[in-house]
């Protein structure tokens, strides 16, 4: 089980472009998490999906950022016209969604705006 | 959706002592409750969880409480150790339409074991 995989680990784009994020959950999890961390500060919640569905996008901004997560392929947080405050740490993670089980996170993509 | 405190937000301690991190959170339906070490550029891994229906667990030296109707729960750290430092978050978990876990976090607690 290769776990929970993010790709890119790093991705600097300059201010206007659109950053894409994607995350492969450990085999035979059907739920994901994107969270977001400021350097320094701790894990904000932005979205949760399972396959074609977004179960709770209550942290998520308004404008700018979506995610999805289709039956076949990795789930995606897409950044349009990303601005310098939107650099950070994304994090993913997921579970099988059966009750309360172990959230595995992946090692991140740093996204730099510059 | 849930609220998740922390304290302290650091921690210094010799080595050898013991280190407590207090969290609280605000949704009384909440029932599911991980902490999580993150190392300095790594990812968060969980370290302990503890769900609704026990007040206590405790893995070697590690242990954690819970304290349902006060609706905070802890983290113990005995006999601390250098390799113990790093960032420790709580969670507390929602449920969600589905009953799965969305967890929310709390702000992190930088830990630092003085040798």
């Known amino acids: 089980n290769a776990g929970v995989m993010q790709n890119p680990r790093h991705l600097v784009r300059r201010r206007g472009q659109e950053a894409r994020l994607r995350c492969s959950p450990m085999k035979g999890h059907s739920h994901v998490y994107w969270y977001r961390q400021l350097p320094e500060e701790g894990l904000k919640f932005m979205v949760y999906l399972q396959k074609e569905n977004i179960i709770d996008e209550s942290g998520m901004p308004k404008e700018r950022f979506s995610a999805e997560f289709p039956k076949e392929g990795p789930s995606i947080l897409r950044i349009q016209q990303v601005v310098r405050g939107d650099s950070a740490a994304y994090f993913c993670?997921?579970?099988?969604?059966?009750?309360?089980?172990?959230?595995?996170f992946g090692q991140g993509t740093r996204l730099t705006v510059v | 959706g849930e609220n998740v405190e922390q304290h302290p937000s650091t921690l210094s301690v010799q080595e050898g002592d013991s280190a407590v991190i207090k969290c609280t959170y605000s949704?009384?339906?909440?029932?599911?409750f991980p902490w999580y070490k993150q190392e300095l550029g790594k990812r968060p891994q969980l370290i302990i969880d503890?769900?609704?229906?026990?007040g206590e667990k405790k893995d070697q030296r590690i242990a954690v409480t819970l304290n349902k109707t006060a609706k905070h729960f802890s983290l113990h750290i005995t006999e601390t150790q250098p390799e113990d430092s790093a960032v420790y978050f709580c969670a507390a978990s929602s449920g969600g339409r589905t009953g799965a876990n969305n967890l929310f976090f709390g702000t992190g607690t930088r830990l630092t074991v003085i040798p």
């Open positions: 949704d009384s339906a909440s029932n599911y």
């Open positions: 503890i769900r609704s229906n026990v």
């Open positions: 993670a997921s579970s099988t969604g059966s009750g309360n089980t172990e959230a595995f």
